[in-house]
C-alpha cells in the first residue's frame, strides 16, 4: 500500500485548515485525528524517527475517511484516502490497532462477514448458472448485517418491473471495502478474488451494488488488485434514474430532508440523482440540510463498529441539532446502510422517521 508523498507534504506543512471539518475530532477533541498530526506521525515513523505506537493507532482508527476535510482543503482535488488508508495498514501490520479492528479482522477472516454471522442459509447457488438474468444484485456487507431491508425493498421495485436477477445475500463474501478503509490490505485482496469468483459464475446483464461503499470498492479498487469486471456495475441510484419512469408513483405531502452520505457526497459525487429521485416522489421539493452536498454532515461512518459511543455522540448531536432549528421535517432520507443504521441508533424519540431511499421509494409506489 503506497501512500501519496505529495499529499503528505502538504498536511505535513498546513496550518489545520480543515481541523474543525473533522467531525470526529470535534466529537473528542483528540488532535492527533486531524490530517496535519496524523501525517507528521506517519512520517516520524517512516523517517525511523518515532517507533508507531498505540496512542497513534487510536488516532489513526478515529479518522473514518469521512473526506469533510477534502471540502475545506486549500489544495484542490485533495485525496486523503490513499494516505488514511496507508496509516491504518502501518498501525494494523504492527498489532497497534484497537482491539475491535483485529476482531474484525477476524471475523472477516473465517465468516467473510465483519459481525462473524453464520452465512448459507439462503445459498446462491440456488440460481441457475446456465441462464441469462437481467441483473446480479450485490448487497454488500453493510447492507446485508445492518441494513437487509434495503434489499427486500430493492427485490420489490425488481419485482414491479418484471425484472430477472441472481441474489448474492446470505452466503455473499464482504467485497472487500471495510478491509481495504481498516487497513488489512492483504485480506481485501483475499476477499475481492473470493468475491469475483463467486459474482463471474452467473450470466447477467449489469450488477447493481446496494451498498454505496462496495460500489466505491468495485469501480476504484478491484482493478487495481488484478480483478477486472467486463460487465456494467452501476448504484441503485442509477437504476432507479433508468427505471423510475416505469413505476407508478403515490406523491407524498411528507416533509422530507436528505442527509447526503458522506461516500455518495464526497467519495462519489453522486449529489443530484438522488435529489432528482426525492423530486419524483415528493410534492415538498426542499430537500437540503443546512450542510449539504460535500459539506455534508457525517453519521459516524464505520466508527459505529469500532469506537459506539463516539459514532453514537456524532450521530445524536447532528439529529439534536436538527430538532433545534427544524420543526417542520418528518423524514429523513439516505442512500447509505451506515448512515441509516447510525441515525436509526442515535434516534431517542420518534421525532424523524428515518429511511434509506430504496425503502422510500418502494414504500411510495402501487
Ligand atoms: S487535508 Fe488539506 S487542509 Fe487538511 S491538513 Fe491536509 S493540506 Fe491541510
Ligand atoms: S477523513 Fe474525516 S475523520 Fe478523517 S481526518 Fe478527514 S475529516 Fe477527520
Redesign the pocket.
Known amino acids: 500500500m503506497n501512500f501519496d508523498k505529495k499529499s503528505l507534504r502538504q498536511c505535513i506543512y498546513c496550518h489545520n485548515f480543515?481541523k474543525f471539518?473533522?467531525?470526529?475530532?470535534l466529537a473528542t477533541k483528540n488532535q492527533k485525528?486531524?490530517?496535519t498530526q496524523?501525517n507528521y506521525l506517519v512520517y516520524l515513523v517512516n523517517e525511523n524517527k518515532v517507533k508507531p505506537n498505540a496512542e497513534l493507532g487510536e488516532a489513526v482508527y478515529?479518522?473514518?475517511?469521512?473526506?469533510?476535510?477534502?471540502t475545506y482543503c486549500i489544495f484542490e482535488g485533495k485525496n486523503?484516502?490513499p494516505n488514511?488508508r496507508y496509516a491504518k495498514n502501518l498501525i494494523f501490520k504492527n498489532m497497534l490497532a484497537p482491539k475491535k479492528v483485529y476482531d474484525i479482522y477476524n471475523n472477516l477472516l473465517n465468516s467473510g462477514n465483519f459481525l462473524g454471522r453464520e452465512t448459507g442459509q439462503n445459498e446462491i447457488r440456488n440460481f441457475d448458472k446456465n441462464k441469462k438474468y437481467d441483473f446480479f444484485i450485490y448487497p454488500g456487507d453493510y447492507v446485508n448485517m445492518l441494513a437487509p431491508g434495503i434489499t427486500k425493498s430493492f427485490i420489490e421495485i425488481l419485482g414491479k418491473l418484471n425484472k430477472s436477477f441472481v441474489l448474492c445475500d446470505d452466503d455473499e463474501v464482504s467485497d472487500g471495502v471495510l478491509a481495504l478503509d481498516l487497513g488489512m490490505e492483504e485480506l481485501a485482496g483475499e476477499l475481492m478474488e473470493k468475491n469475483f469468483k463467486k459474482i463471474t459464475q452467473y450470466k447477467f446483464d449489469t450488477l447493481v451494488v446496494l451498498n454505496p461503499h462496495s460500489y466505491y470498492c468495485f469501480i476504484n479498487d478491484y482493478e487495481k488488485y488484478g480483478f477486472k469486471f467486463n460487465f456494467e456495475i452501476i448504484h441503485y441510484i442509477d437504476f432507479l434514474k433508468r427505471y423510475i419512469d416505469n413505476l407508478k408513483i403515490k406523491k407524498t405531502d411528507d416533509y422530507v430532508k436528505y442527509f447526503d452520505p458522506?461516500i455518495l457526497s464526497r467519495g462519489l459525487k453522486m449529489n443530484e440523482s438522488p435529489r432528482n429521485i426525492l423530486g419524483t416522489l415528493c410534492n415538498n421539493q426542499n430537500f437540503d440540510l443546512v450542510k449539504n452536498r460535500d459539506e455534508s454532515e457525517?453519521c459516524g461512518?464505520n466508527l459505529s463498529l469500532i469506537f459506539p459511543d463516539i459514532s453514537r455522540t456524532i450521530s445524536e448531536g447532528f439529529l439534536n441539532e436538527l430538532k433545534s432549528y427544524d420543526d417542520k421535517t418528518e423524514i429523513l432520507i439516505t442512500v447509505c446502510p451506515l448512515c441509516l443504521s447510525n441515525l436509526s441508533k442515535a434516534q431517542n424519540s420518534d421525532r424523524f422517521k428515518i429511511y434509506d431511499l430504496i425503502e422510500y421509494v418502494s414504500n411510495n409506489i402501487v
Do not use: A, T
Open positions: 480543515c471539518s473533522c467531525v470526529p475530532y485525528i486531524i490530517q496524523k478515529l479518522c473514518n475517511d469521512c473526506r469533510r476535510c477534502e486523503v484516502l488514511n458522506c457525517c461512518g
